[in-house]
């Protein structure tokens, strides 16, 4: 009887042995599972310039209540690791002071958008994490997607102001670096006495033409039987003269632009024909084509050419002779119908020389 119950309970200590585990080990305890991180919020530095705003994944900022500092390299400002959702909307501003303040248009995630003072508030409309730039060289702002680096837009410079603006008011020819306009004056031996002067000033592919008549001379031209005034504006582009018309200067010029400045009595807008002047005549662009502006007051005209037009309408001409920063001009003056009214330069021309003169050498 002893051995048959050794051998009863060896049987039982092999079925509470099995019945822990098919392997043979206790079961796994639970492993707990991983907490997630707590957001801390973006990763702050000390520069002047901070991010603030209805950042609405942070209560505590929701109401434009936090600055968020800026960290700095050179002239680009940064905050990295904001949280973002779509309703978000911030701008940045210096010295935690709505004084100097900058918002804009947000427009592609990654790229850079022009901001200015008092701008707009940016809305980027993106969910997660962001790194937010502000560039003060270009005045631009980026909003990135977290860890990468921002491409700003190409900055495009506002054409420059005309250094004379059309209007009928000379007082900006008087502004003009005297050293840079070419001029002339009547010469007392000129056959004419109507025009006492001509100016001509080159700068950003435009040229601008001031004219001075003797009222007089002026008051009475626009009374005769047809009481109008005509005329060319002749241009040498290349330095040589000999392949352009020769008369009415002393050097050939290759171009003329040819149009009124006075109608019934009374000064008018300049508009003019193109034409290149080498043997025939050939028209290259009629009035309206925005070569050339011009508009007078009492005694005084002044005028624009503009060398862009001027040279896409001359590389089209049987001998394409473009303006250079260097060309030579003066102009020709006709009243009641085509009567000579004017040359200008006529300086030190005896009245045998029929008052022709030298170019104005002219430089950009």
Known sequence: MKKFYSILAIAAMVAVACSKDDKGGDEPEPQPQPQPVEYEGPEQGTSDWS???ALSELP???DWGTDWVMKQEGDIFYL??????AGNEFKVRFQKDWGTNRGGAFAEIGKGFEVVQNGDNVKPGLDGFYDVYYNAAVEQMAVCAKGTIPTWAEIIPPAPAAAVTIDGDFADWAELDPTKVASAICDDNAPWEGVREIRCFAADDKVFYYIRFDSESLEEALTQATPDMHIRLCINTDGEFESGYQSYFLQGYDFIVEGSIAEGGALVDFDGTFFQRIGS???????????VAGKGNGNEYEIVLDRVVFNRAAALSTEPKPMGDNFQTGIRFYYNGWDEFSNMP????????????DL?????
Do not use: R, S
């Open 346 to 357: 006529n300086g030190d021309i005896d009245v045998d020389e029929n008052g022709w003169g």
């Open 360 to 364: 104005l050498d002219v430089n950009f």
């Open 60 to 62: 505590e900022n929701a």
């Open 80 to 85: 990295k690791n904001v949280k973002l959702a």
């Open 51 to 53: 991010v603030i705003g």
């Open 281 to 291: 005549w050939q028209e290259l662009l009629a009035p309206g084509n925005n070569l």
